[in-house]
């Protein structure tokens, strides 16, 4: 499970748009969590 202030940055990130694979590097979340959070 996410904290919320990493989600919150990945989502920030994402409507940016920072690639994925960026914002697996700064986050430290794998990319298949990242594509499951964005989708929701």
Known sequence: MLSEPIREQIK?????????REISRQTGVSRNAIRRLIRR
């Open 12 to 20: 920030k990130l994402h409507q940016q748009g920072t690639p994925l």
